[in-house]
């Protein structure tokens, strides 16, 4: 695992910062390459396959759904006269025909939130905290991006810096940096989820980071579930607006967005915006003073 304990902000400490962690990502260790290896295995198998369609929360559904999917088979089959079928093969996706594309309104929303400030604000290079590993690489093709998160990421893009490090611990200097996000979060540093230590102050430790690490002027792009404030142990929080606010002393609240209960984006709204909701998704744009 890499960690980086000093980072500035121009883009020579970037190049050096990639040639170390390029090296660190070419050589993972003979754990990571067996648990890929047999994560690989798995996922080939017909048991998973067939497995992973009936597991889980659409039980019912995929059960429903079976008669008509060996109906569709039989009739491929009898079709596909020049192309081999077997059952070994067969992967059965039995709840994907529905009416309207799905998708969770706070990851998508708030992809497109930071992207769009991000783009507008044009940085010498961003740095995510452990946000949707699906949205930071795809942020990274206009600006250089470094990523870091507690399990590590281990991959090799370019514009593209994955690290391993501590959201309460973060591996840079105080001030060094002048474009950060961390998107749903610190609703979770605490709670032992993905193997952090259990602590009840676990999101207010995480906000101190985020607020010593940004830079006089800089920017830090933030979401946490809002609604009424109570833990889901240990799934994540759910803050109230205020609670958050408070979590920054040192931070200016430049704008406030949010995805309402009914997963509508509301744009430049007040913090009361959320107070009856039950489990929104606040999306705060902070501004650090200059001194």
């Known amino acids: 695992m890499l960690f980086v304990t000093l980072i500035g902000t121009d883009l020579d400490q970037w190049n050096y910062v990639v040639s170390i962690a390029t090296i660190e990502a070419t050589y993972p260790d003979d754990r990571t390459y067996i648990i890929a290896i047999v994560r690989q295995l798995l996922r080939n198998s017909m048991i998973a396959r067939w497995g ?7 039980f019912f559904t995929s059960l429903g759904t079976l008669p008509r ?5 039989d009739v491929y089959r009898k079709a596909a006269t020049e192309q081999q ?18 998708f969770d309104p706070h990851y998508f929303f708030q992809a497109a939130w930071l992207a769009r400030r991000v783009h507008q604000a044009v940085p010498p290079f961003h740095v995510d905290i452990g946000s949707s590993v699906m949205m930071i690489n795809v942020l990274s093709a206009s600006v250089k991006t470094i990523f870091v998160d507690y399990r590590p990421l281990r991959v090799q893009l370019s ?8 959201i309460v611990r973060l591996p840079f200097r105080s001030g060094a940096i002048t474009s950060l ?4 979060v610190i609703e979770h540093i605490g709670l032992g989820r993905y193997g952090d230590p259990i602590n009840p102050a676990g999101s207010q430790l995480a906000a101190a980071e985020l607020q010593r690490v940004l830079q006089p002027g800089g920017r830090l792009f933030l979401s946490v579930p809002v609604g009424r404030e109570r833990v ?3 799934a994540h929080r759910v803050f109230s607006p ?10 200016q609240l430049k704008s406030f967005s949010l995805v309402d209960d009914s ?14 909701l039950d489990y929104g998704c606040g999306l705060f744009e902070f501004v650090k003073a200059r001194e």
């Open 52 to 58: 992973a369609a009936f597991l889980g929360p659409h």
């Open 69 to 73: 999917y060996l109906r569709e088979w």
């Open 85 to 102: 079928l077997s059952f070994r093969d067969s992967y059965p996706c039995l709840t994907d025909r529905v009416k309207a594309t799905p």
């Open 159 to 166: 514009n593209f810096l994955p690290l391993g490090g501590d």
């Open 181 to 184: 996000s961390c998107l749903h």
């Open 232 to 234: 889901c142990f240990n």
């Open 242 to 251: 205020s609670t958050i606010r408070a979590f920054f002393p040192e931070l």
């Open 263 to 276: 997963g509508q984006l509301n744009e430049g709204v007040p913090l009361e915006a959320a107070v009856k």
